[in-house]
C-alpha cells in the first residue's frame, strides 16, 4: 500500500494543523493506521493510531485530549487533527500503515508495514 501524507507547515503555539494520510493500492477498510512523529536528533515515536476492525484509537499520553485520529474510508484518508499545539510538537510528521496489529504493538515502529513520506510540522513559541 502507498501512502501519501500532506499537512505539515509552520503555526504558532496554540494553533491547529490537520495532516492528511491518503492510501493507494488498497482499500483503507481493513488496514490498521497510525501517525509517528520524528524530531531532529530522537527516535521515532507513537503519536495516535486508529484499528481497521473496530476503529478503536490509542493515543500517546502527550497529545491527549488535543489531537484526533480520524479515518475516513470512503476517501481512503486518515487525519490528525491537532489542536492546542506546543513548540515541543514539532517534528517530521509519518503515518504508517499495517493490518491486524495487536494492540500492544500499535506503539512500536517496527510493527508497521507501510510508511508515508513524512511531512514536517514546527511550531513556534
Known amino acids: 500500500v502507498q501512502l501519501q501524507a500532506s499537512g505539515g507547515g509552520l503555526v504558532q503555539a496554540g494553533g491547529s494543523l490537520r495532516l492528511s494520510c491518503t492510501v493507494s493500492?488498497?482499500?483503507?477498510?481493513?488496514?490498521?493506521m497510525g501517525w509517528f512523529r520524528q524530531a531532529p536528533g530522537k527516535e521515532r515515536e507513537f503519536v495516535a493510531a486508529v484499528r481497521g476492525n473496530d476503529r478503536t484509537t490509542l493515543y500517546t499520553e502527550s497529545v491527549k485530549g488535543r489531537f484526533t485520529i480520524v479515518r475516513d474510508n470512503v476517501k481512503n484518508t486518515v487525519y490528525l487533527q491537532m489542536n492546542s499545539l506546543k513548540p515541543e510538537d514539532t517534528a517530521v510528521y509519518y503515518c504508517?500503515?499495517?493490518?491486524?496489529?495487536?494492540?500492544?504493538?500499535?506503539?512500536?515502529?517496527?510493527?508497521?508495514?507501510?510508511w508515508g513520506q513524512g511531512t514536517l510540522v514546527t511550531v513556534s513559541s
Open positions: 493500492g488498497r482499500t483503507l477498510g481493513r488496514y490498521d
Open positions: 504508517a500503515a499495517s493490518q491486524r496489529l495487536i494492540m500492544s504493538s500499535l506503539t512500536n515502529p517496527p510493527s508497521w508495514h507501510d
